[in-house]
Each structure stands twice: as C-alpha cells, then as structure tokens.
C-alpha cells in the first residue's frame, strides 16, 4: 500500500474509533444522518446500475452500501483496516457483495482501473496531499466518468459549526476529529480537479441540524459541500 500520502495519526484515529461506525447514534451519528442526501445528490447526477464504481477513504462503507443498493458494482478503498474488517461484516450481514481493498487510491493497481463513477467524501480533509488524492481519482476514471468529492470550506462558519460546534459543544464528533487548517475553499478543490483534468458540473452546500437530525443542500458552500466532475 502507498504509504506517501497517508497521515499515520489520522489512520490511527478512525482505527480507534471503527467498531463504532455503524452505530447511528454514536461517534458517526452525523454521517448516518447526511448520508442518505449525499447519496441521493450523487445518484441524481449520474448513472449508477451496473457502474463499477471506487469508494475512496470507505472507511466502515457508509456509502459503499448505499452505492451497491442502488445497483452499482462497488469496490471500497481504505488506508485503515479495522474500518475495512468492519464493513466486511456489515456487508456480508446485509447480503451485499462489495470488495473492500486495503489500499490508497494511489496504490489501487492499475488493473482495477478505470471506473465508472469514483467517491471520495469526507475524506480529502484527513490527507496530507489532497490534491493528489484528486489526481489519481482523475486517473481511475473513465473518459466520460463522473467524479463526487465532498469536504469541509475552509471558512469562520466552518469552523464555529464543524470544529467548535459540533466537537466541543455538541460533542456530536470526537475531539480533534477535524483540522481546519486541512479544510479546503471550493475555490482551491476546483482548481486542483482542474488540474487533473476533470470539468466541473455541479456544486451543492451540505447542511444539517443536529437538533432536529435533518439535512438539507442548498446554494449556499460555506460549511460542508458536495462537488462533482466529469472527465
């Protein structure tokens, strides 16, 4: 596995904290909640029956089963294996069949390119060099495939309700879950897809309510957002 981009105390991290990622209303309460509508977003905008698609930084496979549920042929990618033996189980109790790799997405083999649709969310943040995170999704992806990131906006906002907010406050993420200096403006992730190649075809703020529990995508990027590109 390429171990060039891969920060050892973030991996060490959702280790830590992996026999608690399918609990919905645990230390990933908030992923549970806003999955739903990212996946939704994703499967609004692009063709996903019978897609070999990649989840990159699947983690215990949140999304990974949403994608196999709406048909596609999904192969997950993670730095961490106690995440990856976690939704292994998750996926085999479900009756899903989703290959799980112990792999970066730089390390992913050239064989098991190219790919129909790539997922990379909420993951960008949590790597040294995110933009080479985005150059070897662009690489994966067939000419014509669609691309989905989502992170957090480097912004006061974003720091008031996904740092203060949401880990001291609310204690909804644990402690020292996020690094605002890794955030990064849409600006910034436009640009670093722009130069691998990839066309920018959509943009959508992510917004959720953690009293309520509710999510909802508007205009508005300040916080979370999804972004998609096509190649």
């Known amino acids: 596995m390429a171990q060039d981009n891969i920060d050892p105390q973030e991996v060490a991290k959702f280790e830590a904290m992996a026999h608690r990622w399918w609990d919905p209303e645990g230390d990933f309460r908030p992923l549970h909640d806003l999955n739903p509508l990212r996946c939704q977003w994703i499967a609004d905008r692009a063709p996903l029956a019978g897609a070999r698609l990649l989840d990159v930084g699947c983690g215990g496979g949140l999304v990974s089963e949403a994608m196999a549920r709406y048909g596609a042929e999904v192969t997950g990618v993670d730095a961490a294996e106690g995440p990856l033996t976690v939704a292994r189980l998750h996926a085999l109790d479900g009756g899903l069949e989703i290959r799980y790799l112990h792999s970066t997405v730089e390390g992913l083999g050239e064989e098991e390119a190219p790919f129909d649709v790539i997922t990379c969310l909420e993951m960008l ?107």
């Not at 609310?170 to 890794?182: A, D, I, Q, S, V």
Request: hydrophobic residues 40%; glycine residues 10%; aromatic residues 10%.
């Open 125 to 231: 943040e949590h790597v040294p060099d995110p933009g080479a995170v985005v150059a070897a999704c662009a690489e994966r992806l067939k000419p014509g495939g669609h691309l989905f990131l989502s992170t957090l906006n480097r912004s006061l906002k974003s720091w008031l309700f996904g740092v203060v907010g949401a880990e001291y406050v609310l204690n909804l993420l644990p402690r020292g879950t996020h690094e605002y200096e890794k955030f990064l403006r849409p600006s910034e992730l436009a640009g670093l897809s722009r130069k691998a190649g990839l066309r920018l075809e959509g943009i959508a703020g992510l917004h959720y309510d953690p009293i309520r529990r509710k999510a909802w995508l508007n205009a508005r990027a300040d916080v979370n957002y999804l972004m998609h590109f096509t190649r």
